[in-house]
T-cell receptor, first 112, second 118 residues
C-alpha cells in the first residue's frame, strides 16, 4: 500500500523566497510522480509530471526532483509570489490503472 | 480544448435520497478516475475506468456507491440512500493512459462537485 507524507504541512513566507516542499512515499516501485496545486474551493491543477528516468522536471519557476531509491520527491519554487499561495499535493501512482495516492499537502502562504 | 467538466458544481440533498454526479472527461482520454475529498482530509481514490470498463472499484466505500461510463466518454457516479458521511467534494480526472505500468499519463482534474447531505 502506498502512503505519502508531505513536509511541512504549512508554510508562511515573505514574497521572493525560494522554497522547498518535501514529499516521501513508501512504495518506491513507481515510474513517475505528479505534483498539483489546489486553490481553496477549487479542483486540482497539474503542475509537473516527473518520470523516474528524468530525475528532474522544470516548468517556469518550478522544479521537481524524484529519487525513487529513497522514496522522495522535492518541489522547488523559486522567487515565490503571492499568487503561489495554495495547497501543494504530490501524488505517486499505484497499480496497473495508475490511481493516484495523495499526501496531506503543504499549505503555502506567500505574503506580499 | 475543453478541460474536464463536472456537474452539478454543488448539490445539497437530504439524508436517504439518491444523487447522481456527472463527469465529462477531456475528449480522447480513455482513462477516467473518481476521487473524493472529505472536509479536512486528503483525496481518496474511488474508481477507475479504462474505456467503459471499471478494472478497479476498490475505493468505493460501500455498495451504495456505483459508477458507469458510456461511449468511452461521460461517467456518472451514483450514491444511493445518501448518508451525512458522504458529504465531500467529488473530483473526476482523466488521462490518455492505457493503464499500462510503464505508460502513465498525466491526470487532469475537473472542478469537482461539492455534495452536502443534510
Amino acid at each position: 500500500k502506498q502512503e505519502v507524507t508531505q513536509i511541512p504541512a504549512a508554510l508562511s513566507v515573505p514574497e521572493g523566497e525560494n522554497l522547498v516542499l518535501n514529499c516521501s512515499f513508501t512504495d518506491s516501485a513507481i515510474y513517475n510522480l505528479q505534483w498539483f496545486r489546489q486553490d481553496p474551493g477549487k479542483g486540482l491543477t497539474s503542475l509537473l509530471l516527473i518520470q523516474s528516468s528524468q530525475r528532474e522536471q522544470t516548468s517556469g519557476r518550478l522544479n521537481a526532483s524524484l529519487d525513487k531509491s529513497s522514496g522522495r520527491s522535492t518541489l522547488y519554487i523559486a522567487a515565490s509570489q503571492p499568487g503561489d499561495s495554495a495547497t501543494y499535493l504530490c501524488a505517486p501512482p499505484r497499480g496497473a490503472g495508475n490511481m493516484l495516492t495523495f499526501g496531506g499537502g503543504t499549505r503555502l502562504m506567500v505574503k506580499p | 480544448g475543453a478541460g474536464v467538466s463536472q456537474s452539478p458544481s454543488n448539490k445539497v440533498t437530504e439524508k436517504g435520497k439518491d444523487v447522481e454526479l456527472r463527469c465529462d472527461p477531456i475528449s480522447g482520454h480513455t482513462a477516467l478516475y473518481w476521487y473524493r475529498q472529505r472536509l479536512g482530509q486528503g483525496l481518496e481514490f474511488l474508481i477507475y475506468f479504462q474505456g467503459n470498463s471499471a478494472p478497479d472499484k476498490s475505493g468505493l466505500p460501500s455498495d451504495r456507491f456505483s459508477a458507469e461510463r458510456t461511449g468511452e466518454s461521460v461517467s456518472t457516479l451514483t450514491i444511493q440512500r445518501t448518508q451525512q458521511e458522504d458529504s465531500a467534494v467529488y473530483l473526476c480526472a482523466s488521462s490518455r493512459g492505457q493503464g499500462d505500468w510503464g505508460s502513465y499519463n498525466e491526470q487532469f482534474f475537473g472542478p469537482g462537485t461539492r455534495l452536502t447531505v443534510l
